[in-house]
């Protein structure tokens, strides 16, 4: 198993300040037969992302393309701020995501759930895809969402994923690069976020651990 630091994501904006670590054999960087992250960090350096957000009073809307999904299985736990958190955690997953599948580590909404150096890891892992020509395809699905309330602005959050039905996919030719689905498919997410005085709760810093047994089937 292998750790990866993330400052900043995006661990993206994935997924600075936040070191998102991902556990993983071999190469960080995605190869066109690689079970796709959700987000990991690694990759060629991309250009500088904006440090202008979108109008933080309201969450951008991310609409992936029809082969990709983002499934967020029990992100519910009835206690308000607890789901506040989970909701922009939720985001930041998806922008990440979004990102990708758009060709773009400057994407604006990246800049609304990440910061500090999570968002420069999680451009990074964006211009890992758009630098080797792939993108996304197929579901990603977060599970067993755990969230630990720090007062009044801080919380941390812990969850896995699933990428088993994840993969990249040339985006010239369209061609999906399956691969088998092994531990490493499942990977655990601790990311640390913060509220914003515009109220959003960005990610800040973070690790992940890939074919984590607390994730593994």
Do not use: H
């Amino acid at each position: 198993m292998k750790r990866r630091t993330l400052p900043t994501v995006a661990a993206l904006p994935v997924a600075a300040g936040l070191l998102l670590t991902a556990c993983g054999g071999g190469n960080d960087e995605p190869e066109a037969n690689d079970k796709i992250a959700g987000a990991d960090m690694g990759g060629s350096t991309p250009p500088s992302p904006s440090t202008s957000a979108p109008e933080l009073s309201k969450r951008p809307v991310l609409e992936l393309p029809s082969d990709v999904s983002d499934v967020f299985e029990s992100w519910k736990t009835g206690v308000a701020t607890k789901d506040a958190v989970l909701a922009d955690v939720q985001g930041a997953q998806t922008a990440t995501d979004y990102a990708i599948t758009r060709g773009s580590a400057d994407e604006p909404s990246l800049a609304f759930y990440y910061r500090d150096k999570a968002l420069v890891t999680t451009a990074q892992w964006v211009q890992s895809f758009v630098g080797k020509g792939l993108t996304l395809s197929g579901e990603i699905r977060y599970f067993d969402p755990q969230v630990t309330l720090s007062g009044d602005t801080s919380a941390s959050v812990r969850y896995c994923s699933d990428e088993s039905k994840a993969f990249s996919k040339v985006r010239k030719t369209g061609k999906v690069n399956k691969t088998a689905v092994t531990d490493e498919s499942y990977v655990l997410y601790n990311v640390k976020v913060a509220k914003n005085k515009q109220g959003v709760w960005q990610t800040t810093n973070g690790l992940s651990s890939r074919g984590n047994s607390a994730c593994t089937p």
